[in-house]
């Protein structure tokens, strides 16, 4: 993925795809569900995912809503490795049982990762270690991809400790521990204060064996400090809703909403250097993640008058 990723500027690294908006849970904080959607028919899914390969795309990451709740969510994993692409999976966790697991080894998954909220749930959150240690003990048994749990400060938590607690059973049951900030509805910076500072601290110590250590970024945020990063949302990051529109991430829904199906290298191009007005506030670290690529090169413009050339962009490389 580097070795593709710095090779060419024209393909998407990382798209998140939504096959169903509904969600068994609430969390308070989270503007991404609703009770009442129905799941994208499968073969709609099969095109989108044809489409995000035909454009270059190295990961393919299913979520929600509550992804799980998909009743063809095992075919859409298979298509996304029959193109040759890896498939992840972000999930609640709540239907962990083990033939589920079973069912998500043979369809290829590679990788699933859940964010767990709080050590007892609460009226924020039910993504709780209470709730979930038994799905956890049931993906250490029978897992055969890789699993990461992140755990959580900001937002409305009310116990930060929580995190550490979370984040060290998630490395004695043999998985990669991140911790993430959460965000306001607009997915903009909320500064920590001096106590989930000192959590957030001490569980980037624990990061060791995490398979995303690339998240500098975080300290900044965790001081309420802006990042001065260009974010490639659009070009290097796609996020498909479920309706099949392009947008930047899940906290920018609307721009710049363009069909999946329509969507060209020339706006992958244009949307590369494209500069997000969101940037410097942004909490959403798939998205850093993934931009830390193209960090150096390529500085971005407030608005692009027409799609950059392929000639153009070896230029700027």
């Known amino acids: ?128 270690l209470k709730v979930l240690d038994k799905k956890l003990q049931n993906l250490a048994e029978h897992a055969d991809f890789h699993v990461n749990i992140n755990s959580v400060v900001g937002g409305g938590v009310k116990n930060p400790q929580d995190a550490l607690t979370i984040g060290k059973r998630a490395i004695e049951l043999g998985f990669s521990s991140t911790i993430g900030i959460i965000h306001d509805g607009s997915g903009q910076l909320k500064p920590l204060n001096e106590e989930e500072r000192r959590i957030y601290h001490e569980m980037k110590s624990l990061e060791k064996s995490s398979f995303t250590r690339i998240n500098g970024f975080q300290d900044n945020i965790a001081e309420g400090k802006p990042n001065k990063w260009r974010c490639r949302a659009g070009a290097r990051y796609l996020y498909i809703c479920e309706d099949g529109l392009v947008h930047y991430c899940s906290q920018q829904r609307g721009y710049p909403a363009v069909p999946l199906e329509s969507y060209t290298r020339d706006d992958v191009r244009r949307e590369f250097l494209t500069e997000k007005g969101c940037a410097p506030h942004c909490t959403v670290s798939c998205v850093h993640q993934v931009s830390i690529f193209d960090n150096w090169r390529a500085p971005q413009l407030p608005t692009v008058a027409a799609p950059a050339s392929h000639d153009e962009l070896v230029q700027l490389k």
């Open 1 to 128: 993925m580097a070795t593709h990723a710095l090779a060419s500027t024209d393909h998407p690294l990382l798209a998140h795809i939504i096959p169903m908006r509904r969600c068994n849970l609430a969390c308070t904080y989270c503007n991404e569900f609703d009770d009442v959607s129905n799941p994208v028919p499968t073969s709609e899914m099969f095109r989108r995912v044809d489409k995000l390969a035909a454009l270059g795309t190295s990961v393919i990451t299913i979520s929600g809503g509550e992804p799980l709740l998909h009743p063809e969510l095992d075919e859409i994993i298979r298509r996304i490795r029959a193109n040759g692409t890896v498939a992840g999976l972000i999930t609640n966790g709540y239907f962990l049982v083990p033939d589920r697991i079973k069912r998500l080894n043979r369809a290829g998954l590679e990788w699933l990762q859940i964010s767990i909220d709080n050590v007892n749930p609460d009226d924020v959150s039910k993504k709780s």
